[in-house]
């Protein structure tokens, strides 16, 4: 009952956090993808460069988030700014990763096919790897996702702001309704992008490729 | 066959054109192909005729492997050729470097006369057809999209694509309305790898380059696809190059066969002249002794006949003709007369029949008959004795001397041995 009467004094306030933790997340996966995609791209044509990358990309996932947070603020301060770049650098791992492990997945015989019918290297690339790869791209895309929608809330403690304001004023302020009212609409919204990015790709999964037993 | 030879023509007139300049390729313009069907003009002996791939002195190495070694041999026009060999051999390596999929480490390959390496090696791609083993189709396009990948690639516009597309689905026996928007993983191996030939045809090439294309297949599947391909060469009249590992495949297919050891060729002929003279204890070991015998086709009719038949003058009488007949146990006698030529037959009907009336052979004998001379094969023997009916048939040489009889029993002991 407190949970409702807070929530129905506080929409504006509610939808405003919502809004901007998507904001904080949209913006450090988008970031994540156009930097991502095109570095796993580039460590399968220069594998030597693939180890390296992606140890290092494998090191930003394994710090925890808070000790992430503390180490750049010194640098960078507080604010959303520091939470979107360690975001950004969580999403990485998973994003190069995943294209790089799908793009490798491409049996060389496709690419052989490519090359003899005549296909220039980036036509292999567009018309090839990259169209049987994407469900697994987007794989790596939707863990990222879920995972920043996650740490979001956490970044909220930097004063980032987002969903994660409310549960740590809450806590502070020993008022339940007010946690409950960031964390329930922060793990619906991780429960609803990983259903809405299942979707995504699924649906950018050529047809040719589905159903394969 | 006046379609094929159209497009022979074409190719021929476009082939001298461009002999001297860089456009290596023909697009067969239909305008001419019409033009030319109008009039019945024999152009068989453009079969085979031109000189088209042409490899000089090539080598590649793989670090310290040689794959291919020194290699100098000429694929002419129309011409399907088989690349055979133990693994290792160098055969998809020598096909992959037509199209420059591999590069030589040494030497040049000519195709019409020019340099390949002096060709972006895309453009060359798209003017050969490649059909590679397996799946070679991507899965993630439709039939339509696989099919038509090479016209795409070529910036054909979209409704000369779909002409194209669905004249090749006919063309490969798949109904263009039942399969246009499938996916290959819908189809079946043997529909797969029909795909893969039509993909390979799309532009229309010259020359098509096909890489163990049916190894993947069920062994009924490969005979018909096989069957598919000689028929469609017999229309099409395209320059093959096909690497396989299998012997009857390569009997099967080849106008020429080209056996493969470790770099070189052994042996470059028809596959009939190998099977005879095969090259060295190699060649022959990787044909197999027993293959010569078990196709009728290469077994000479010389080498299996009877040499020294029952024979019978023509002045003798019916009575000395019977005798004859009972003292061999044969039911009919070949007729010669002295200086050995073959007259006719006498069967023992015949002589019956007469008996009695004081007739000579000469008088009973059937001139009717149907003889092979000493180089025709078992097969060609075979189908003679099927559509006239007759259990043995006489062998002359080129003096019209009888030298031998072909019979069942000698037929059935022969093929029967192997």
Redesign the interface.
Known sequence: MELLNYVLNNPDNIIRLLIEHLQITGTAIITAIVIGVPLGIIITRYKRLANPILAIANIFQTIPSIAFFGILIPFMGIGKKTAILVLFLYALLPIVKNTFTGINEV?P??I?????????NF?ILR??EL??SLAVIMAGVRIATVINIGTTTIAAYIGAGGLGELIFIGIQLYRNEMILAGAIPAALLAVLADKLLGYVEFKLT????KN?K | MKGIDSIKLVAFFDRAMNLHSSILFYEKSKYLVRKIEDKPINLIIMRGGFLLISFKNVTKKFGDFIAVNNLTVDFKSGETVVLIGPSGCGKTTTLRMI?R?IEPTGGSIYVNDVDTSKIDP??????MG?V???????????IAQNVG??PY?KDWDASKRKERVEELLEFVGMSPSKFYDR???ELSGGQQQRIGVA?ALAADPEII?MDEPFGALDPITRATLQDELLQMQDKLGKTIIFVTHDMDEALKLADKIAIMKDGEVLQFDSPEYILRNPANEFVEDFIGKDRLLKRPEYINVKDIMIKNPVSIRPERTLTQALEKMRLHKVDSLMVIDESGNFIGLATSNDVLENFGNGKTVSEIISTEFTHVTEGANVSQVLSIMAQEQVGYIPVLDDNNNLSGLITRSSLVNVLGRS
């Not at chain 1, 050529?206 to 490729?209: A, N, R």
């Not at chain 2, 590679?132 to 439709?142: A, T, V």
Request: no cysteine.
């Open positions: 049996s015989s496709m052989d096919a490519g090359r003899g019918m005549g296909m220039t036509q018309m090839v169209p049987q050529p047809k040719g490729l394969k | 199209n999929l895309v453009e060359l791609r798209r003017n490649y590679i083993q397996q799946i070679g189709l991507f899965p993630h396009m439709s990948l090479v690639l996916y290959p993983n993909r380059l």
